[in-house]
T-cell receptor, first 110, second 112 residues
């Protein structure tokens, strides 16, 4: 099955810093989602982005499907950005399953 | 408010006991999913349902069972055959499969 790798596994930043999180996938996909899991475990949708670039406030994401990676940018980090960020993909090959990466744990220090 | 609800928030299971986790959505979504999350790990798919009265096994279905008798409800039973059930269980739904999935708040299951 498709493999999804995220980097870095852990990231600690000062409030106000910018960050880039990366998601690599091993095969072609027709769907890619970014999620933020808050400290209480709730998964929040950030982006549905099978290709191209999207922006939502301080967050933006870019997926380059032909090169099999996606990037999540967080600018001017706030403590509420802390948590785990997951990317998840649907493979192109008839598989209805959403495959999750292992996540990047982001800690923003005041 | 539209959304996905899960209950209970915490659940304790004794050895040899079956327990059922509830998942309800009022988003009018056809597809529903159950995931398991272990500490420090990503999510793994247990079961999913594309439509009422239909469901398919995911990657880790052994020791679990589901039903989909109503569009808005997709309960998960953790049976005594599941030897390591302690985990965080998340339910999700989407309009159809391969579309954006939305998650409930989760249920933490602990074995006594």
């Amino acid at each position: 099955g498709i493999q999804v790798e995220q980097s870095p596994p852990d990231l600690i930043l000062q409030e106000g810093a910018n960050s880039t999180l990366r998601c690599n996938f091993s095969d072609s996909v027709n769907n890619l989602q970014w999620f933020h899991q808050n400290p209480w475990g709730q998964l929040i949708n950030l982006f549905y982005i099978p290709s191209g670039t999207k922006q939502n406030g301080r967050l933006s994401a870019t997926t380059v499907a032909t090169e099999r990676y996606s990037l999540l940018y967080i600018s001017s980090s706030q403590t509420t950005d802390s948590g785990v960020y997951f990317c998840a993909v649907h493979s192109n090959f008839g598989n209805e399953k959403l495959t999750f990466g292992t996540g990047t744990r982001l800690t923003i220090i005041p | 408010d539209g959304g996905i609800t899960q209950s209970p928030k915490y659940l304790f299971r004794k050895e040899g006991q079956n327990v059922t986790l509830s998942c309800e959505q009022n988003l009018n979504h056809d597809a529903m999913y159950w995931y398991r999350q272990d500490p420090g790990q990503g999510l793994r798919l247990i079961y999913y349902s594309q439509i009422v009265n239909d469901f398919q096994k995911g990657d880790i279905a052994e020791g679990y069972s589901v039903s989909r008798e109503k569009k808005e409800s997709f309960p998960l039973t953790v049976t005594s055959a599941q030897k390591n059930p302690t985990a965080f269980y998340l339910c999700a739904s989407s309009l159809q499969v391969q579309e954006t999935q939305y998650f409930g708040p989760g249920t933490r299951l602990l074995v006594l």
